[in-house]
């Protein structure tokens, strides 16, 4: 079955550096790809995503892009702020419901 | 106002108890879901519904059912609550672009 791995958190960073998180997928087909935030105390809410290869999604200074040949889509912002602390969940869907299957989430510490 | 609300937000009970958690959504959206959320696991699909006639079990339904009184309800039962369904739980729909718009989630505790 499907399958999305994150890389292990958590992830503590000083303010205004580069952030990498690690995802890579397994699926049968063709996916899309999202990546999610949860901030402290409230739901999920979409960041960015992407339809098909080499698309990339883009948000509030995020980035991915959707690799085919790695099955990978790795997030990053060149300069996080405090307000980007959160916990981060990259996801695919690839049937007609538009089910997601997620990963396991990683948490982000950004300290000024 | 919140798009998609659940009640309560918070609850706890104690082992065999029947709980219902609630879920209603305003965005018009045919599609909706119900996952929990363990720490270290992500989020676990319970059920998901394309309407109030298709009900389909996720990976996890054992001890859950559902109900999608109309478009804009979906609730999740746990008919006798046992200790390891303590988690959060979130209600979703979903545009045809696949987007998912979630609830604020409801932290329930079993005893």
């Known amino acids: 079955g499907d399958s999305v791995t994150q890389m292990e958190g958590p992830v503590t960073l000083s303010e205004e550096a580069f952030l990498t998180i690690n995802c890579t997928y397994t699926a049968t087909g063709y996916p899309s790809l999202f990546w999610y935030v949860q901030y402290p105390g409230e739901g999920l809410q979409l960041l960015l995503k992407a339809t098909k290869a080499d698309d990339k999604g883009s948000n509030k200074g995020f980035e991915a892009t959707y690799r085919k040949e790695t099955t990978s889509f790795h997030l990053e912002k060149g300069s996080v702020q405090v307000s980007d602390s959160a916990v981060y969940f990259c996801?695919?869907?690839?049937?007609?419901?538009?089910?997601?299957?997620f990963g396991q989430g990683t948490i982000l510490t950004v300290h000024p | 106002d919140a798009d998609v609300t659940q009640t309560p937000r918070n609850r706890i009970t104690k082992t065999g108890k029947r709980i219902m958690l609630e879920c209603s959504q305003t965005k018009g959206h045919d599609r909706m879901y119900w996952y929990r959320q363990d720490p270290g696991l992500g989020l676990q699909l319970i059920y998901y519904s394309f309407d109030v006639k298709d009900i389909n079990k996720g990976e996890i339904s054992d001890g859950y059912s559902v109900s999608r009184q109309a478009q804009a309800k979906f609730s999740l039962s746990l008919e006798s609550a046992i200790p390891n369904q303590t988690a959060l739980y979130f209600c979703a729909t979903s545009d045809l672009m696949d987007q998912q718009f979630f609830g604020p989630g409801t932290r329930l505790t079993v005893l």
């Open positions: 996801a695919l869907s690839e049937d007609s419901y538009g089910k997601l299957t």
